[in-house]
């Protein structure tokens, strides 16, 4: 069983920064595919970056594309999203997941364990 907790979330202004964390326990970390989702208010959850197990490969939605980079350390068990120059429509809670696959996935049913969650606010 694999759990995950998200850090970093909160409030910032339109054309900031944040950098969202998430530390996994209880599994082989470097076993599984890692991702962000967010959802927002009314609105079903939707991707937003993906990374393999050895962090070679990335995916990312269109939307974020340029702005965001997710990463991972292997070794500190630990994947990272980092947001730059973020919008208002970014604003949503982002969930960290965890896919008992070794490749990047980009589709919800893919992920096994999933994090409680963390708030981002994006002021205009």
């Known amino acids: 069983q694999v759990q995950l907790v998200e850090s970093g979330g909160g409030l910032v202004q339109a054309g900031g920064s944040l950098r969202l964390s998430c530390a996994a326990s209880?599994?082989?970390?470097?076993?599984?595919?890692m991702g962000w989702f967010r959802q927002a208010p009314g609105k079903e959850r939707e991707f937003v970056a993906a990374?393999?197990?050895?962090?070679?490969?990335?995916y990312y939605e269109d939307s974020v594309k340029g702005r965001f980079t997710i990463s991972r350390d292997n070794a500190k068990n630990t994947v990272y999203l980092q947001m730059n120059s973020l919008k208002p429509e970014d604003t949503a809670v982002y969930y960290c997941?965890?896919?008992?696959?070794?490749?990047?996935?980009?589709?919800?049913?893919?992920?096994?364990?999933w994090g409680q969650g963390t708030q981002v606010t994006v002021s205009s």
């Open positions: 990374i393999n197990w050895n962090g070679a490969n990335t």
């Open positions: 997941a965890a896919a008992a696959v070794l490749f990047a996935v980009t589709t919800t049913r893919h992920y096994n364990y």
């Open positions: 209880g599994g082989t970390f470097s076993s599984y595919g």
